[in-house]
């Protein structure tokens, strides 16, 4: 059974700090390959912000949030996390956790979460 069950949204002030976690079922966490993080601003397309391959294990990121954001994984309780730092107005968007399987070197982000809302203000 594939879930996703993202948390840790909210509002904060610019330069604050969020932490995001994204539940996923034993399934999906050990069916994937690779895991990421998108977001959607208000009248934008969505965008990708982060994705962590698991074997072998290597992070990649958008320029635009790269050195101030951090993808991770905690195997333990198959939870993936997105710490964002020095937050600015610009980062607002709903944030999507997505799973799915690597090919032809990608992430092909097959599953998808509900979403969870970040404003920086």
């Known amino acids: 059974h594939v879930q996703l069950v993202e948390s840790g949204g909210g509002s904060v002030p610019a330069g604050g700090s969020l932490r995001l976690s994204c539940a996923a079922s034993?399934?999906?966490?050990?069916?994937?390959?690779?895991m990421g993080w998108f977001r959607q601003a208000p009248g934008k397309e969505r965008e990708w912000v982060a994705t962590l391959y698991i074997i072998p294990r290597y992070a990649r990121y958008a320029d635009s949030v790269k050195a101030r954001f951090t993808i991770s994984k905690d195997n333990a309780n198959n939870t993936l996390y997105l710490q964002m730092n020095s937050l600015k107005p610009e980062d607002t968007a709903t944030c999507y956790c997505a799973a799915g399987a690597v090919k032809f070197g990608r992430c092909q982000h097959d599953y998808w979460g509900q979403g969870t809302q970040v404003t920086v203000s």
């Open positions: 034993a399934y999906t966490a050990t069916s994937s390959s690779c």
